[in-house]
């Protein structure tokens, strides 16, 4: 397993500059309310996330700014540091260290927005940057 390293500390702007960045919008058949919730069920990750293998807090609940959590997957290890939640609504990490040499930093925001009672969209924002050789 590749060493433990620490990435670059970004902010909620990195979203905008990063020099790879995407957003995915998706449509969720769930209420806003529902759907983050399960954004922040640990045992939930795993089923709908691939490379995700366990999701650990490692910051007691109510969660927000400030809240760390580890997400073991089968690239390594990857510690990550929230530094924007809006209860119900938004949440915005970025990668504090990990065992994946690829990344220079990596910060992700997961918005839900209400479409309708039942239903909302959810919008995936990720930015990153490799690191060289080490």
Do not use: N
Not at 54 to 72: C, L, N, Q
Request: hydrophobic share 40%; charged share 25%; aromatic share 16%.
């Amino acid at each position: 397993m590749p060493r433990k390293r620490d990435y670059r500390i970004v902010d909620a702007t990195y979203l905008d500059t990063a020099p790879v960045r995407e957003t995915i919008r998706q449509p969720i058949p769930a209420s806003a309310s529902a759907t983050f919730r399960s954004l922040e069920d640990a045992d939930a990750w795993p089923v709908w996330l691939i490379p995700v293998e366990k999701v650990t807090w490692t910051s007691s609940a109510p969660f927000g700014v400030g809240t760390t959590r580890d997400i073991d997957g089968r690239a390594g290890t990857i510690s990550e540091y929230f530094f924007d939640w809006e209860d119900g609504r938004r949440m915005s990490f970025y990668f504090s260290s990990g065992q994946v040499p690829l990344f220079a930093a990596f910060a992700e925001e997961y918005d839900v927005v209400p479409t309708a009672d039942d239903s909302c969209e959810l919008v995936w924002r990720y930015g990153f940057e490799c690191h060289g050789a080490y």
